[in-house]
């Protein structure tokens, strides 16, 4: 993609340096596309660079055939355009993909695709956001501007964990980016190695595709009801939180999952001490909304079980004593970002784990020009609320900066910048 005149003035530079006339949007995901959009409504002009070759990537390439947003679709739309009438409650991962891609053409966001960000510093000698991104063809760019918003998300790159004997496991072992369904691993003894959303699914499909699964159960964990008496358990607790404290709320939904799933202590799935509302504000750990797994645990097509102290050749030693032949793993053991791979900081707005360290509401701006939206823990309405944010703040700036001014008759002297490269 050519930018606009309006975006870059790659005359005023070498062919490989470009001035950006507005904020810089690294990652096109669903985060990234949410601040674009609101900021064309503002009237910025802005860059987005992409690593990927596509709008959205996880959602395009590292999601399973069988996902479906786990949230009602008001809760999951992005800001100034609502799903369609038509989508269902829960609409499929191709539904939420079309809608992100009519999304970026409705704002006309055009990514610069293939833009791999290497470092992004601030340069405080000339008050500028410098950052060096590559190609796939290996040709470097160098894009310079005075704001830099890091939309690169929660789930940058994929958490492996280093579980001895891994390597040594003859078997095939994907992490759940690469799992599309369980349609290959029919017949087959398959060990999940994780228990939220991702796992609990992941598990599912493998008995519909008649696979035999085992899913990995360390930590105590919530499983909550996806809906309750036809109503989603998200909105049913959005709604309580307006009326009671948090704590109550808590008491109302593990009450509700008893009521609806059972004692799950003796499937080997333990409650946390602490409520899931409450887990989920203060650490970021999400519950499980179940999608059909528990009746399968129940039933014993899935088995669940302890953790894994080691792999051999073709088994899973765990943490009981016991051990499992098994033909193939699946590692739902989640995502992680990447911001501290690539942004050169000591200003502490991030950490060390690559998350603003002010909580949400207020870990949208840090200082110099810097912006994250993605990293609230919130899913897509914590982002899109962040992107609003990031739009008012950014337009007010920008009409601030470009407002004619009156001058002054007689002599004036004008400001004048040079750069050398």
């Known amino acids: ?116 960000v290497q470092t992004a510093r601030f340069d405080e000698t000339s008050g500028l956001w410098r950052l060096h991104s590559s190609s796939s063809s290996g040709e470097s760019m160098e894009y310079i501007g005075r704001w830099l918003v890091v939309a690169t998300g929660e789930n940058a790159e994929s958490v492996v964990p280093d579980i001895p004997g891994l390597g040594e496991f003859a078997g095939e072992v994907a992490h759940v980016s690469e799992y599309k369904s369980g349609d290959k691993y029919k017949g087959k003894s398959v060990l999940v190695v994780g228990c939220g959303n991702s796992g609990m699914e992941v598990s599912l499909d493998l008995c519909d595709h008649g696979a035999l699964p085992s899913m990995v159960v360390r930590d105590a964990v919530h499983v909550l009801p996806r809906e309750v008496c036809g109503r989603s358990t998200f909105e049913l607790a959005t709604m309580l939180m307006a009326w009671f404290p948090l704590w109550f709320v808590d008491k109302i939904m593990v009450f509700l999952s008893w009521l609806i799933l059972g004692n799950l202590a003796g499937f080997g799935i333990r409650r946390p001490a602490i409520g899931p509302l409450t887990l989920k504000n203060m650490y970021g750990r999400t519950p499980v909304l179940d999608t059909g797994a528990m009746a399968r645990i129940r039933s014993g097509d899935i088995t669940v079980v302890p953790g894994v102290s080691r792999f051999t050749k073709n088994r899973a030693e765990l943490t009981d004593g016991t051990a499992l032949d098994i033909d193939a793993v699946v590692m739902a053991t989640g995502y992680k970002s990447n911001v501290p791979q690539w942004l050169q900081t000591s200003d502490g707005f991030f950490g060390k784990d690559g998350y603003p360290t002010t909580a949400f509401p207020n870990g949208w701006k840090g200082q110099s020009g810097l912006y994250s939206v993605g990293f609230t823990r919130r899913g897509l309405s914590g982002a899109s609320a962040d992107a609003v944010r990031i739009a008012k703040d950014l337009g007010h700036v920008w009409r601030e900066e470009t407002k004619p001014t009156k001058r002054a008759a007689g002599a004036c002297h004008r400001r004048c910048i040079s750069v050398i490269f």
């Open 1 to 116: 993609m050519v930018l606009l005149p309006t975006d870059r003035m790659d005359s005023l530079f070498s062919p490989r340096c470009v001035w950006v006339n507005g904020p810089i949007i690294v990652g096109a995901g669903p985060s990234g596309l949410a601040v674009a959009a609101t900021l064309r409504e503002q009237g910025v002009p802005f860059v987005v660079l992409e690593r990927e070759d596509c709008i959205a990537s996880l959602w395009q390439k590292r999601t399973y055939d069988r996902l479906k947003l786990h949230l009602p679709k008001q809760f999951c739309e992005l800001p100034r355009m609502p799903f369609p009438a038509s989508y269902p409650e829960y609409p499929t991962r191709r539904q939420f993909i079309e809608y992100l891609e009519t999304y970026a053409a409705t704002f006309d966001v055009k990514p610069e695709f293939g833009s791999t």
